[in-house]
């Protein structure tokens, strides 16, 4: 019987400042790299799991620091609260919690900070549950059938 | 309850990228540009740090 290899960490939320306070929310460091084995990785990033968010997106720095030529990616647009914004998309690999996922991501120089983690790629890879009760998110890896 | 990396960011320049230790427990470069910063960083003995892009403000995020 294959051993159960699974990743499952409890992280706790992380404080960010806001107008007269602060707030939670759930963010973990990651970095990312292109697709090919050994390729130049990102230093690791603060990233925001975002469940509103249809996939992973980056500041675009961070993808010229890999090697992307961001403007040579897929055009893509997203649509949030604050209105639409321009992604270019590529094939990476991004490396959290002890896993590498190889997905599409959004890059942008207009994302206010460094990432969000969103459905694809990274809640189609983990089952994630947040507990207000205890300030924390864990992660526990699966692999689809 | 303090919260040294929150402490961290309070004081952290605004639409700057950060570097923190491993621990995350002090600031070790700051700069206008992720390149800037990683080199700052770098220079400083920290080849792992992790790093934060502070926004224009701090607001609760909502993209």
Redesign the interface.
Same mark, same amino acid.
Do not use: C, M, N
């Given at each position: 019987m294959a051993a159960n290899l699974a990743v499952n960490l409890k992280i706790p939320y992380?404080?960010? &400042?806001? &107008?007269g306070g602060?707030?939670y929310?759930a963010a973990i &460091?990651v970095d990312i790299s292109r697709p090919a084995k050994g390729s130049l990785r990102s230093? *690791?990033? +603060?990233a #925001?799991i +975002?469940s509103?968010?249809a996939g992973c =997106?980056f500041?675009a720095? #961070?993808g *010229?620091?890999i090697g992307l030529g961001i403007e040579s990616g897929q055009l893509e647009y997203?649509q949030?609260?604050?209105g639409k914004?321009k992604v270019y998309v590529f094939e990476i690999a991004l490396h959290a919690a002890g896993a590498t996922i190889l997905t599409l991501a959004g890059f942008s120089d207009d =994302?206010? #900070?460094?990432g =969000?983690l969103g459905m694809r790629g990274f809640f189609e890879s983990f089952r994630i549950t947040f507990d207000p009760a205890s300030l924390q998110v864990e992660l526990e890896r699966f692999h689809r059938a | 309850m303090n /919260?040294p990396?929150?402490e961290l960011?309070?004081s952290a320049p605004l639409d700057s990228?950060v570097?923190l230790s491993e621990d995350e427990t002090r600031i070790v470069a700051v700069g206008r @540009?992720?390149?800037e910063v990683?080199e700052k @960083?770098e220079s400083a003995g920290v080849t /792992?740090?992790?790093? $934060?892009?502070t %926004?224009?403000?701090?607001? %609760? $995020? @909502?993209?």
């Open positions: 992380k404080k960010y &400042p806001a &107008p602060f707030y929310t &460091p230093k *690791r990033f +603060d #925001i +975002d509103g968010a =997106l500041h720095a #961070i *010229r620091a997203t949030g609260v604050a914004s =994302l206010p #900070i460094a =969000l | /919260d990396r929150f960011l309070k990228w570097a @540009s992720y390149s990683v @960083s /792992d740090p992790v790093l $934060i892009k %926004p224009k403000e701090w607001q %609760p $995020i @909502s993209l």
